[in-house]
């Protein structure tokens, strides 16, 4: 069992608003990622961190932003929602070792902006 | 950029018939092979890895899948579904720049 935990599950918001998805894991991993999944899609890494004070923009573009302040807490922030940003978000974390390679997922923040 | 391809977005099957889900990527190097699984209402979860050695890997609940390196291919197999198979498979891929990729996932749909 995985002990990464997202919330909101589910956020419904106007546009405009400022918004943070949380995450947070108790397993000490140092590396952490956000993918955001649309339906029938990829998912799309749009920010990773391999450590305290460590963050990097993924493979697709986004408008948000990641900070990591603390090991276990890897949060993701939205100015300004606009409805582009609907989405689910995942947030996942892996051991530092190369040799395994498991990411292990929360179970998703859905963001709905009106 | 590497990327991954699942051939079929949605599969209905009844139980007890057998699963094929392909899934195709591009990159030339060295690769790590993921399968993940989702199922309704839960979070992704390992379902097998390929690093190196037997191409033929096994993974929980009685899937396997086999790595063919000429084909750029990782397909997931099981030879009896059941209804609790029910799920999103996504393919994985780890090759340049050390991220995992990922296809766009099967939906998996067992009639029981």
């Known amino acids: 069992e995985a002990d990464i935990y997202q919330t909101p599950r589910y956020l419904v918001i106007g546009t405009g608003k400022k918004i943070t998805l949380e995450c947070s894991q108790t397993?000490?991993?140092?590396?952490m990622y956000w993918y955001q999944q649309d339906p029938g899609m990829e998912l799309h890494l749009i920010h990773y961190s391999y450590g305290v004070n460590s963050t990097e923009k993924g493979d697709l573009s986004s408008e948000s932003t990641v900070s990591r302040i603390r090991t276990e807490h890897f949060p993701l922030t939205l100015e300004s929602a606009r409805p582009s940003h609907t989405s689910q978000y995942l947030c996942a974390s892996s051991t530092d070792s190369p040799n395994t390679g498991e990411l292990f997922f929360g179970e998703g923040s859905r963001l709905t902006v009106l | 950029a590497q990327s991954v391809s699942q051939h079929n977005h949605h599969v209905i099957l009844s139980e007890a018939a057998s699963l094929e889900l392909g899934c195709n990527y591009s990159?030339?190097?060295?690769?790590?092979l993921f399968w993940y699984v989702q199922y309704p209402g839960q979070h992704l979860q390992l379902l097998l890895k390929y690093f190196s050695g037997d191409p033929l890997v096994k993974g929980i609940k009685g899937f396997e899948a086999e790595f063919i390196k000429s084909k750029f291919s990782f397909n997931l197999r099981k030879p009896s579904v059941q209804w609790s198979d029910t799920a999103e498979y996504f393919c994985?891929?780890?090759?340049?720049?050390?991220?995992?990729?990922f296809g766009a996932g099967t939906i998996l749909r067992v009639k029981s």
């Open positions: 990159y030339g190097g060295t690769v790590n």
């Open positions: 994985a891929v780890r090759g340049y720049g050390n991220k995992l990729v």
């Open positions: 397993m000490g991993h140092d590396k």
